[in-house]
């Protein structure tokens, strides 16, 4: 290491963003060219999580203090985290963070968490926000998508490693599959991007970003926001115009961040140049707020008091039919899929199971239609369920087909279009 950082009792400085780095299987590459291009000063903390065998010692500490100035250290349970340090996460622990703080518990040995880099990540974005960046790399299996995902929706950063310059695409191919990475780049290149971000958000936050004014004879920004809605709104064929300003601005000064544009008026004009970037704008509009089980104590009363009843309701052979809307990537509606084939083979039910479930997000659906998740993903469902309506192959659980076949899914709009109208075609072509 080339400098020793204790954990002092408080903190004597706040990273401007965490950046959590996960990797695995060929990682060692792309953590290097990630590590040797941050630039100094910038405020952020980095740390390192890999895949490591606790049985061997690991040259790591070594190896990344020849790769850049900063102080780099072995993370330490409860240590501080302090700006311009890279945390090097150990071998057969499992880290998470709360209030700029890590806290490091052993792996559980039996081999159930299965999932550190995710676990990583849900805690960066449970606990930072939108100061929240999540990094992944290559490596094999699904570690750090679900993570990814989180942080998307708590509004802060993701970037995955372009799959064809990865030694093993697996990783960086899961977490593009959620729809939730703001930027596909090479390893290099990303701490340019985390740059270009702080430097956006700090010219936003402190007001001197170049924002359309009135006095200069431009619009103001309420108008060009105004613009933008509606150009989005057309691309997508989705009316955002009940979205809040609020909500608007967010998603918008992300993409001007991440396109360095500089300011709003600029954004449109790329919008208009660029239909893709107006889709891009879309998809991050449609955050999907989803898990497996994800409100325990309301699938528990689902599972136990809702489901007898509507079996016993049911007349024998009658399919029982079930509407999800914004089901998002899916997760949701597997659940109650799983719940009721459950319960349908315990207690020897006969009724059919029909499942329409709709969204007008076109790349979430696609994730739901494939019904193929990562094993970090299905740790909130409960064993029985995960079993009788999962397969599992490696690092990676798919819907079972007969499971999967009693599920319908469709772009429909709650908005615009009559419910009874889709509702009754689905039925029908699912009979």
């Known amino acids: 290491m080339n400098a020793d950082v204790s954990a002092p009792e408080t903190p004597t400085a706040t990273p401007r963003l965490i950046v959590a780095i996960g990797a695995s299987a060929g990682g060692l590459r792309p953590i290097r060219e990630f590590i040797q291009q941050i630039p100094p000063g910038l405020g952020c903390a980095y740390i390192v999580m890999q895949h490591l065998d606790p049985n061997r010692e690991s040259r790591m500490p070594e190896l990344a203090a020849a790769w850049t100035r900063l102080p780099v250290v072995e993370a330490m349970h409860l240590m501080v985290i302090r700006p311009d340090v890279v945390y090097l996460i150990p071998a057969g622990v499992l880290a998470t963070i709360k209030s700029d703080r890590l806290f490091l518990v052993p792996t559980d040995r039996k081999g159930r968490n299965l999932a550190p880099i995710t676990e990583l990540l849900l805690s960066l974005a449970d606990s930072l926000g939108k100061r929240a960046v999540g990094v992944i790399l290559s490596g094999a299996g699904s570690d750090g998508a679900h993570g990814i995902k989180a942080i998307h929706e708590a509004g802060g950063l993701t970037l995955v490693q372009e799959p064809t310059a990865a030694r093993f695409s697996s990783m960086p191919d899961a977490a593009i599959a959620t729809g939730c990475v703001s930027r596909v780049a090479a390893a290099e290149a990303m701490p340019h991007v985390i740059q270009a971000h702080l430097q956006y958000q700090g010219a936003a936050s402190s007001g001197s970003m170049d924002v359309p004014d009135e006095s200069e004879g431009r619009e103001p920004v309420s108008n060009v926001l ?61 955050i999907g707020v989803t898990s497996f089980y994800r409100d325990p104590q309301a699938f528990d009363c689902f599972r136990e008091q809702v489901v007898p009843k509507l079996f016993d309701k049911e007349v024998a052979g009658e399919p029982l039919r079930v509407w999800v809307a914004g089901c998002a990537t899916g997760e949701e509606a597997y659940t109650i899929a799983a719940i009721l084939h459950h319960y349908k083979q315990q207690a020897g039910k006969t009724n059919a199971i029909q499942i329409f479930a709709s969204d007008i997000d076109v790349s979430a659906l696609e994730c739901a239609r494939s019904g193929v998740y990562g094993v970090e993903a299905l740790q909130r469902l409960p064993e029985a369920l995960r079993e009788s309506a999962f397969a599992r192959q490696q690092e990676l659980y798919r819907v079972r087909k007969d499971v999967r076949d009693t599920l319908v899914f469709a772009i429909h709009n709650l908005v615009s279009d009559p419910p009874s109208r889709a509702l009754i075609w689905s039925f029908a072509a699912m009979s």
């Open 226 to 286: 105004a613009e933008i809605v509606a150009l989005v709104s057309e691309a997508s064929g989705n009316d955002f115009t009940g979205y809040k300003v609020t909500t608007v601005g967010r998603r918008v000064d992300r993409r001007v961040g991440l396109r360095n544009v500089g300011d709003y008026a600029h954004y449109l004009e790329l919008l208009r140049q660029e239909p893709q970037e107006a889709l891009r704008l879309a998809e991050d509009m449609l």
